[in-house]
């Protein structure tokens, strides 16, 4: 079964940068997996940051971006806020309708 | 607006089904498809399946074959979800969400927890 890999946890200071990364515990990710990304609080559905790659949802700030890392799909936070605290999640599509949620990585601002 | 409503909690006995509803107004319902996500406590989402309302065609992930129905009335703009089988690791919240194409689950409703214990 395919597994979705992401980094646990990052910690990035007010204003700074951070990149997480979406992989496959077997092979490689690319644009053909429509990798995208969701932001979770506590108690909160999660809310769609980038799709398709590298297509920002409507109302998300241009600060979320995404990208193709070497072998795996990015979502880098430029400048980050207070707010950008949260839980992150990718997800891919594996063919035939049917998507695999990575584990999370939970992004502190401090 | 696009607005998902989900039914409310539900306690179940292990071994028994649960069917949960989400309820889709705001747009034509048929002209996107419907997909459920599961959260249990502290962990992660998990993607369990999805119905193209328009034809009610359905992929379940393979984790859940065999216990999980997704179905949907046009009629009520409504899809569901049934679950058979449960067991304490069952436990969770369900969501459903509005699929838009590119990965994008654009409206999500806004969960339904079910808990199974005896």
């Known amino acids: 079964q395919t597994v979705v890999t992401q980094e646990p946890s990052f910690s990035v200071s007010p204003g700074g940068t951070v990149t997480l990364t979406c992989g496959l515990s077997s092979g490689s990710v690319s644009t053909d997996h429509y990798p995208s990304w969701y932001q979770q609080t506590p108690g909160q559905p999660p809310r769609a940051l980038i799709y398709n790659t590298n297509t920002r949802s409507s109302g998300v700030p241009d600060r979320f971006s995404g990208s193709i890392l070497g072998n795996k799909a990015a979502l880098t936070i430029t400048g980050a806020q207070t707010d950008d605290e949260s839980d992150y999640y990718c997800v891919l599509s594996m063919g035939g309708g049917l998507w695999v949620f990575g584990g999370g990585a939970k992004v502190t601002v401090l | ?118």
């Open chain 2, 1 to 118: 607006q696009v607005q998902l409503v989900q039914s409310g909690a539900e306690v179940k006995k292990p071994g028994a089904s649960v069917k949960v509803s989400c309820k889709a107004s705001g747009y034509t319902f048929t002209s996107y498809g419907l997909h459920w996500v599961r959260q249990a406590p502290g962990q992660s989402l998990e993607y369990m399946g999805r119905i193209t309302p328009h034809n009610g065609d359905t992929k379940y992930s393979q984790e859940f074959q065999g216990r999980v129905t997704i179905t949907r009335d046009t009629s009520a703009t409504t899809a569901y979800l049934e679950l058979s089988s449960l067991r304490s690791e069952d436990t969770a919240v369900y969501f459903c969400a509005r699929g838009v194409g590119g990965g994008n689950f654009d409206n999500w409703g806004q969960g339904t927890l079910v808990t199974v214990s005896s």
